[in-house]
């Protein structure tokens, strides 16, 4: 790991831990390695972790002290808690999998209104929205460092197809970073740059393979998430990042 990569959000590396030894000897014990001891690793989400939880799990599957879990909810998200509680859901799975490493992929399905007690229904991007969808993301990151996370890896949303979904991904992510800015153990992980356009940082279907130099579907017809390779170029980047 390069000490001073700068990772997710603006101003964070890993010189602020004390110096890059001390930052190598934190990253090791967080991440388990060199302990002796598997570390739970939880990798959960809606459709978009359905793919990059696969992959991640192949990959992480050749590290010797490293075990995964893994929780995948097509067509959840934290505006409509009351169709599918993520935030129990974070307890029951911590609880299960006392995971120290969390890996999270939300928001793709939020783009919905949200009732709120004393105000009624809020719709995206309104000010009372994303203050609550705000409040629910940091509820989230709480609910997984209080349930044994020492290290949170929240996945923002790619660059998307259609404008007004591309606008809303926007969005989330600005909240996403916000709350990740005030938990030092959280990082808001921008992987755009792996599935986006080279010139315009905007959505693109196809990349260059790294490997082979050869031109990949990165993302699915859908405009929305990831294809195969694109969940595989994913989970490479995040193996090298915070694994290696």
């Known amino acids: ?23 190598g ?6 991440f388990g390695q060199g302990s002796g001891a598997k570390s739970p690793v939880l990798l959960l989400g809606d459709s978009m972790m359905r793919l990059p939880a696969r992959a991640l799990e192949r990959e992480l599957a050749k590290l010797p002290d490293v075990q995964t879990a893994s929780f995948a909810s097509i067509g959840t998200g934290l505006a409509r808690l ?3 509680d993520w935030l129990a859901k ?14 999270v ?6 783009r919905q209104p949200m009732m709120l007690e004393n105000f009624g229904l809020a719709q995206p991007g309104t000010p ?9 993301v940091g509820r989230a990151l709480d609910r997984l460092l209080a349930g044994g996370c020492e290290k949170v890896v929240w996945l923002q949303l790619p660059p998307m197809r259609e ?20 938990r030092p153990q959280v990082v808001a992980h921008d992987f755009s740059a792996l599935v986006a356009d080279r010139r315009t940082g905007g959505y693109v279907e196809r990349r260059m393979d790294p490997l082979t130099a050869a031109a990949i579907p ?6 929305i998430h990831l294809s195969p390779d694109g969940a595989r170029l994913l989970a490479d980047a995040l193996i090298k990042e915070y694994w290696k």
């Open 25 to 30: 000897l934190w990253a090791a014990a967080a």
């Open 1 to 23: 790991m390069n000490p001073q990569r700068r990772n997710g959000r603006k101003g964070w590396n890993w010189l602020g831990w004390g110096g890059a030894l001390a930052a």
């Open 163 to 182: 404008p007004v979904v591309a606008e809303f991904a926007r969005r989330v992510n600005a909240i996403v970073a916000a709350q990740a800015a005030s």
């Open 218 to 223: 990165v993302r699915d017809v859908d405009g």
């Open 90 to 103: 974070i307890d029951e799975l911590c609880a299960a999998h006392r995971p120290k490493v969390a890996v």
């Open 128 to 136: 009372e929205w994303e203050a609550e969808y705000a409040a629910r």
């Open 105 to 110: 992929a939300l928001g793709a399905n939020d």
């Open 82 to 84: 009351d169709a599918f």
